[in-house]
């Protein structure tokens, strides 16, 4: 079981769309349709913002989308703001009750 | 309201058993379908999935560390309670529990505020 492929950073200027990868394989992301996100600001714990691939729980905001395609996961923000600077995390459920989480993104609002 | 909170040594020696307990409130470690998961962070790193129990014993592990976790519910106290043998300086870390909320859900939607471990001498 490896950890999620994700990309150590990206960014983007306010107002802009910056999509987040997410890749797995066969036996999680591929199989599993249990692909959630979490963002992490400094110093606090994870915060569930997208789920089953593409659900958003209560309170997120619209902008905050996520799709999947074979064994990639990909979380999308549009309408970038300054706070959405912050760590981000994909997960998937991997089968046998375990899960694997990505390497985690970097995103900077320029 | 839901919440989770983690408690346990802050430092621990290399060799040493950890042991760290979840407590739950707002919610019972008994309600079907509620899983309550162990992830770790190591300063500046990733997060790592652990553990979890379900509300009916089940339990998963990570298959890299599954020779020294046990995890545990204790009903009476509406608690999780995770054990790590031979602890070593690679697992100082943050320690999150977060619960899993409904039968055949994937996902974590609320976290513990997280407790940090040393392992040093």
């Known amino acids: 079981q490896s950890a999620l492929t994700q990309p150590r950073s990206v960014s983007g200027s306010p107002r802009q769309s910056v999509t987040i990868s997410c890749t797995g394989s066969s036996s999680d992301v591929g199989r599993y349709n249990f692909v959630s996100w979490y963002q992490q600001q400094p110093g606090k714990a994870p915060k569930l913002i997208v789920y089953d691939v593409s659900k958003r729980p209560s309170g997120v905001p619209d902008r905050f989308s996520g799709s999947k395609s074979g064994n990639t996961a990909a979380l999308t923000i549009s309408g970038l703001l300054p706070e959405d600077e912050s760590d981000y995390y994909c997960c998937s459920y991997a089968g046998d009750y375990t899960w694997v989480f990505g390497g985690g993104t970097t995103l900077t609002v320029l | 309201q839901i919440t989770l909170k983690e408690s346990g040594p802050t430092l621990v020696k290399p060799t040493q058993t950890l042991t760290l307990t979840c407590t739950l409130s707002?919610?019972?470690?008994?309600?079907?379908?509620?899983?309550v998961g162990w992830i770790r962070q190591p300063p500046g790193k990733a997060l790592e999935w652990l553990a979890v129990?379900?509300?009916?014993?089940?339990?998963g592990y990570s298959p890299s560390l599954k020779n020294r976790l046990t995890i545990a519910r204790d009903p009476s106290n509406n608690q999780v309670v995770l054990t790590m043998t031979n602890m070593d300086p690679m697992d100082t870390a943050t320690y999150y529990c977060a619960r899993r909320p409904l039968v055949a859900s994937g996902y974590f939607d609320y976290w513990g505020q997280g407790t940090p471990v040393t392992v040093s001498s």
């Open positions: 707002g919610f019972s470690v008994n309600t079907r379908g509620v899983g």
């Open positions: 129990v379900y509300w009916d014993d089940d339990v």
